[in-house]
């Protein structure tokens, strides 16, 4: 007796792995991806103009931005010397990871479809493959099976 295998159990014995694994990337490089790596790069270092749609600095309840307009930071030098603190001085580097793990998770959500139907049709093939009766063989002289069709 044999059975066929029928084209919705060959879609999902084959993309269940294909699309498992592509989630499982993604998935991964989401969570335990390095979140250390994207960072600004120190050439590329923006100014707090730049920045200012970010994030703010307080220093004192005041923001930062009006302490160098009125020139009210001072910082030494390497020499021992004071001087004001402008602000083309400083300069911000900011960590890009919750826009790369959110666009990571993004893709993953497609992969993750993927895999659902991946294994709706393997669970739906399966359940046709089994539910469908063998077809049985008889044997022919020379001692090949042969199905019988009817």
Partial sequence: MTRKINAVLLVGLIGTPIAGSL????????????DQ???TPKESALSIDQTRASFRIYLEDEPLDDHLARSSLTALGQDGMAYFVTPDLI????????????????TAVYSAFALGASLACLVLGLIQFFAEPAVPQRRVAGGQARSIRR
Avoid: E
Avoid at 94 to 106: E, F, I, M, Q
């Fill in 23 to 34: 989630f499982g990337i993604d998935y991964g490089r989401a969570i335990w991806g390095d």
């Fill in 91 to 106: 300069k911000v580097r900011l960590n890009n990871w919750d826009r790369t793990k959110a666009s990571l998770l993004h």
């Fill in 37 to 39: 790596i994207w960072w």
